[in-house]
């Protein structure tokens, strides 16, 4: 099992920065790809980025389009998601997850953690 237990969400307004942190523990961390994905009201849980072990990174164009920066320090068994340039459609439910490979598909997550809100606005 892992437990994975997000952090640094809030209200910021459009333009603002954010970084989310996703602290695991329970199991050996290096040993899983992380993935950071959203879901906002009425919409389907969206992937927006993921880390392999070694720091090899996936982003999804459309959702990050240059703004979001996704990291891990396997020290401190925690995986951050660095969020710039904020914008209102970036208002979600974000959630961490973990995985034993590197994969957009939520599907293929086995651990999640709660998630943490963040809402941008104009």
């Known amino acids: 099992q892992v437990q994975l237990v997000e952090s640094g969400g809030g209200l910021v307004q459009a333009g603002a920065s954010l970084r989310l942190s996703c602290a695991a523990s329970?199991?050996?961390?290096?040993?899983?790809?992380m993935g950071w994905f959203r879901q906002a009201p009425g919409k389907e849980r969206e992937f927006v980025a993921a880390i392999s072990w070694f720091g090899r990174t996936v982003y999804d164009a459309d959702v990050v389009k240059g703004r979001f920066t996704i990291s891990r320090d396997n020290a401190k068994n925690t995986v951050y998601l660095q969020m710039n340039s904020l914008k209102p459609e970036d208002t979600a439910v974000y959630y961490c997850?973990?995985?034993?490979?590197?994969?957009?598909?939520?599907?293929?997550?086995?651990?999640w953690g709660q998630g943490t809100q963040v809402t941008v606005s104009s």
């Open positions: 997850a973990a995985s034993v490979a590197v994969t957009r598909s939520p599907g293929e997550y086995d651990f």
């Open positions: 329970g199991h050996t961390f290096s040993n899983y790809g």
